[in-house]
Nanobody, 127 residues
Framework: QSQLVESGGGLVQPGGSLRLSCITS????????LGWFRQVPGKEREAVSC????????HYKDFITGRFIISRDDTKDMLYLQMNNLRPEDTGVYYC????????????????????WGQGTQVTVDF
């Protein structure tokens, strides 16, 4: 059974940092386009960042403004999201996602493009 499992969420004060991790079981992340998404109650799941299967293309949504870094280690089947200078509006459940093959992440970094999802990890930015 293919699974993605996120970890690293928690409560952090504004301006703080968190590093989210996503590990897979049942399949290899190599040859998959990967992404981080987030969702708050009452809103649609939104993309945060995506990285192509060849690791040469990375897309960040505008609201990231240079604060987050997405990375992958295919030798360990791991995906990461380093989040710095966190703001209260970054609060939400963060999900990792995978899709087989190469996606043009500049144009297709959206939830509808991904079929494999983790269960999410809660990130709360508050005093």
């Amino acid at each position: 059974q293919s699974q993605l499992v996120e970890s690293g969420g928690g409560l952090v004060q504004p301006g703080g940092s968190l590093r989210l991790s996503c590990i897979t079981s049942g399949f290899s992340l190599a040859s998959h386009t990967l992404g981080w998404f987030r969702q708050v109650p009452g809103k649609e799941r939104e993309a945060v960042s995506c990285v192509s299967s060849d690791e040469h293309r990375i897309h960040y949504k505008d609201f990231i403004t240079g604060r987050f870094i997405i990375s992958r280690d295919d030798t360990k089947d791991m995906l990461y999201l380093q989040m710095n200078n966190l703001r209260p509006e970054d609060t939400g459940v963060y999900y990792c996602a995978a899709e087989v093959g190469f996606l043009d992440v500049q144009r297709r970094c959206s939830a509808a493009q991904f079929h494999y999802w983790g269960q999410g990890t809660q990130v709360t930015v508050d005093f």
